[in-house]
């Protein structure tokens, strides 16, 4: 089985993310895209982070129709901050009989050679990388563990949707319907 792990704060999940899974499925020919929610992640700040099991409970409800795309927990349990390379060998090790594959916005992999034993993943892994518009050009993506795919251009952040949340504008269309309704319901002061 292969599965693509696509990590992420998802601080809120948007359509991009949607998008970018289930992209993963068809072009990268992956069984299944397991979403793991990060809940902190080592180079983000953590002041405007929603508690963890509330973004866990809104990638549950943006994917439930779709088996393919499966919420992931797993770094909840594990040391924080959390590290990519940790998670990666500790799921490997729980599933030996499943090859599990990175996926990545471009710009991460810019900055790629700063995460921990990136050169590690690199040995273990290889990395499914979707464009992202504006992307400086790196070396890494000539990397034979990386693979570059043609998917859609999307500019769209969860910084700007919780920019839109917080001034009382619109975020209709940037995430799916159930989760604009989640966060309207419980999220919103």
């Given at each position: 089985?292969?599965?693509?792990l696509l990590f992420g704060s998802f601080n809120p ?5 949607l998008i970018i899974a289930n992209s993963m499925i ?164």
């Amino acid at each position: 089985m292969k599965i693509g792990l696509l990590f992420g704060s998802f601080n809120p999940l948007h359509i991009g993310h949607l998008i970018i899974a289930n992209s993963m499925i068809d072009l990268a020919g992956m069984d299944e895209v397991w979403l793991v929610v990060t809940p902190l992640n080592p180079f983000k700040k953590n002041s405007d982070l929603l508690a963890e099991d509330e973004r866990l409970k809104m990638v549950k409800i943006a994917i439930k129709d779709n088996p393919k795309l499966k919420a992931n927990d797993i770094e909840f349990s594990l040391p924080k901050p959390n590290y990519t390379i940790d998670t990666l060998m500790y799921l490997q090790a729980q599933h030996p009989d499943i090859k599990f594959f990175l996926v990545m916005g471009e710009d991460n992999l810019v900055k790629f050679d700063q995460w921990k034993d990136y050169d590690k993943i690199f040995e273990n892994f290889e990395v499914l990388v979707y464009p992202r518009p504006y992307t400086p050009n790196t070396q890494l993506k000539i990397h034979p563990r990386v693979h570059i795919f043609n998917c859609p251009l999307l500019d769209i952040s969860s910084t700007y949707i919780r920019e839109n949340i917080k001034y009382g504008k619109s975020i209709k269309y940037l995430v799916p319907e159930a989760v604009e309704e989640y966060i309207r319901k419980h999220l919103r002061k």
